[in-house]
């Protein structure tokens, strides 16, 4: 038995409570009564009420890493394309668990802020730290949770057609300026639009999952 309370530590970052959330709520659909009838299905609503109310999604729609210890307000910093991506496959799952659609809107709306906020020109997926050149090991895998998680709504969650066209327009978008412009000899780098600078193990999974990802919504 997987035992949630392994899992719970005072946290106040996106990543932990989003990460939480989704392992809960993927269990309560695959283990709807272990360990007790209902258990992960209420693990995945307390981090759901506790994230909303939180205060980490901006008034732009987008999440922000962290919460201010001293204020326990939203603290500003930095939004990255991890932290938009990991919270989408867990409501997609918490929507199938309850059958509540709200979790699938406010999916979307995260999704799209993402989208609309954090690519170039060209609709390329793009993560602060490249114009700096300082993505550490970290940030280099960031922008393929997001793709991944993209596609894990587009075949699982009822969406629209518009908003599944938008969705499958993205990650195509995305992977044919990969292999158009980030590849050499096979390697895929961090910079999506381009030119190869760099590939480590990081960026080259990262832009798998997206390359996989136009791949699983064009089926």
Known sequence: ??????LRKISFSVGENSLYLTAAAKLANRRPNTPS?????NEALKAHDWFLASG???SNNLINNGLDLNTCQNDGAAVFTYNQGII???LTELSWASGDASHIDLAN???????NALTDENGILTEECEATNTCNRDLQQFKGVFGRNIQFMFNRA???????????????????SIWSNDQVD????LDWSGPNSMSTIQTQSSALDAIVG???VSI
């Open 1 to 6: 038995m997987f035992n949630m309370t392994l």
């Open 37 to 41: 009838q209902g258990y992960y299905y």
């Open 56 to 58: 980490l999604i901006n």
């Open 88 to 90: 989408l496959g867990g």
């Open 109 to 115: 709306t995260i999704a799209m802020s993402a989208i």
């Open 158 to 176: 009822a969406l629209t057609d518009d908003i599944k066209t938008t969705y499958k327009n993205f990650l195509t978008r995305n992977a044919d």
């Open 186 to 189: 096979n390697q895929l780098g």
């Open 214 to 216: 136009a791949a699983c």
